[in-house]
C-alpha cells in the first residue's frame, strides 16, 4: 500500500472509502469486494490494494467513515437544542430520535440502522474494525452526555454506557420482529430506566420568605 501523498491520490482514496460506504449500507459486508468498490468509485481495479493494506483496512476506513458521518449529523442537530429541564418522556424522544430515526422513518434510514448494528456485530471478530468502533463509541457517549446536559439531567459515565446498551438491545431485538418497529420498541424501553440511568438534576431549596409584620402589631410567644 503506498500513502496517498498528493491531492489527486488522497481524492482517489477517498472516493474509495465512499464507495465502500455506499456498498455496506446497500449489502452489507459482502457487497464489499475489490472488483465492485473500484466499478463504484469508478477507478481501476489496482487501486483498491494500491491504497489500502487489504480489503479489511478498506472496510475498516469505510466503517468509520460511515459512523463519522452520523455522528456528524447527531451533533448538527444537538446543536439546535435548547437547554431546558424536560421530563423522561420528552428526553427519551429527544435520544431515540437521535440513535434511531424519527417517526416515519424511510427505508433509506432503516438500513442505515441495520447497516449500524451489523458493523458493530462484526466489529467482534476484525481487530481492525473493534478500534474503530471504540472509537464512535466513545464520541457517541460524549454527545449523549450532551444531550442528557442540556435536559437538566445528571451524567455518569457507567450508566452512559447502560443508556446505549437499553437502546441498542432494544432495536436488534425489533429488526428480527415481522413487523419491525424499532423506534416504538427503543423508547418504551428506556423510558422505564431514563430517570434511573439520568436522574434530573436536583433543584436547589427555596428557604420559604418569612410574612411581613403589619405595622402596629407585636407577635407574641405561645
Known amino acids: ?10 481524492r482517489r482514496r477517498q472516493a474509495l472509502v465512499a464507495a465502500a460506504a ?35 483496512d478498506l472496510i475498516a476506513r469505510a466503517v468509520e467513515f460511515s459512523g ?3 455522528l456528524e449529523a447527531m451533533r448538527h442537530r444537538i446543536g439546535e437544542v435548547t437547554h431546558r429541564r424536560r421530563g423522561a418522556e420528552a428526553t427519551v424522544e429527544l435520544i431515540v430520535d437521535l440513535m ?20 458493530s456485530v462484526a466489529s467482534a471478530r476484525h481487530p481492525e474494525l ?3 468502533q471504540l472509537r ?13 446536559r442540556r435536559s437538566d439531567r445528571m451524567v455518569r459515565t457507567d450508566q452512559l454506557r447502560r443508556l ?8 436488534v431485538a425489533a429488526l428480527a420482529e415481522s413487523d419491525p418497529q424499532p423506534r416504538r420498541t427503543a423508547r418504551a424501553a428506556l423510558l422505564e430506566l431514563i430517570d434511573v440511568i439520568a436522574p434530573p438534576v436536583p433543584q436547589p431549596m427555596i428557604a420559604p420568605q418569612a410574612m411581613p409584620q403589619q405595622p402596629g402589631r407585636q407577635r407574641t410567644l405561645d
Not at 500500500?1 to 488522497?10: D, L, N, R, S, Y
Not at 449489502?27 to 493494506?53: K, N, Q, W
Not at 434511531?100 to 458493523?119: H, M, P, Q, S
Not at 446505549?164 to 432495536?171: E, M
Request: proline fraction near 2%.
Open 130 to 132: 473493534r478500534e474503530v
Open 164 to 171: 446505549v446498551a437499553v437502546v441498542d438491545g432494544a432495536v
Open 100 to 119: 434511531v430515526g424519527t417517526e416515519g422513518t424511510d427505508e433509506f434510514a432503516r438500513g442505515r440502522l441495520i447497516a449500524r448494528y451489523e458493523r
Open 1 to 10: 500500500m503506498i500513502t496517498a501523498t498528493t491531492p489527486k491520490g488522497e
Open 136 to 148: 464512535l463509541r466513545v464520541q457517541l457517549e460524549d454527545l449523549l452526555a450532551d444531550v442528557l
Open 22 to 56: 455506499e456498498l455496506l449500507l446497500e449489502g452489507g459486508f459482502d457487497a464489499v469486494r475489490h472488483r465492485s468498490v473500484a466499478t463504484r468509485a469508478d477507478l481501476p481495479l489496482a487501486s483498491t490494494t494500491y491504497y489500502f493494506e487489504s480489503l479489511e
Open 68 to 70: 463519522t458521518a452520523e
